[in-house]
C-alpha cells in the first residue's frame, strides 16, 4: 500500500481498506477540514487526528474500537453517582466549551491535545451544520465534564471526552449512550480502543465489520432539544 497525497482543494479519499500497515490505518495525508470534507471522511470510516504542525493526516485503522451502546458497563461508582444526582446534563448548550475542555493539557501531557486551533474551528463549523454535538455536565453552575463527535449514518464518532471531577466523562459517556438509544443509534465509534474504553465495555471489530455498520444506516440529523434537567431522569430510565 501507498500512501496518498490529497489535493488541498480537491480532496478524493482512496478506499479506506488500502490504508498502509506501519504505521496502522494511516490512510492518506494533505487536504482539508472543511465541512464537506469531513463528512465524506466520516461517512468512509476515515477521521483526522495529527499534531499541531504536522500535515492532516487521515486514519482508517485495522482495528476499530466500538461501544455498543446496550453493552456499556454501570461501575459501582458511577451507580453511586448518578443516584446522589449532584449533576445536570445538556446537549449541544456549550459545544466551544467542551471543545476547549477537551484541548487542555492532561496530567500526563506536557502541551495541549491533538484538537488544534484548525481542529477547533472545522469541529465548530460542523456543530453549526448540526453534525457534530457535545454533551455537557455541570456542577453547580460549573462545568465539569463533557465530550464531543460527530453523528453521521446513525453511527456516533466520539472524537475526545474530559472530566474535571470524577467520573464525569463516565457519566457523559452513559449520558450519550441513553441519549443515542432513543434516536436509534446503536453504535459509538471509539475509533482507537484504550484500557479505559474496553473496561467501559468497548469492543475492538475488523475495519471491514466497522465498515458494513457505517454503510448498513441511513444519515439522520440528531435533535436534542429536551436535556435533562439532573440525573435523577438517568436513575429512573435506566438504573
Known sequence: MTLVYLDEHNPIFPDSCDAIDDPDGLLAFGGNLAPETLLDAYRKGIFPWYQDGDPIMWWSPSARCILRLDKFHVSKSLRRLIRKNIHSITFNRAFKEVLRGCSAPRDNQAGGTWITNDMYEAYSKLHTLGFAHSLEVWSNGFLVGG?????????????SMFSKTANASKLALYALCHQLRLAN???IDCQMPTDHLLRLGAEVIS???FLKILGSREDICLKWDTPWQNCSDIS????
Open 147 to 159: 465530550l464531543y463527535g460527530v453523528a453521521v449514518n446513525r453511527v456516533f464518532s466520539g472524537e
Open 236 to 239: 429512573r430510565s435506566c438504573l
Open 207 to 209: 475495519r471491514d465489520t
Open 185 to 187: 443509534f446503536t453504535v
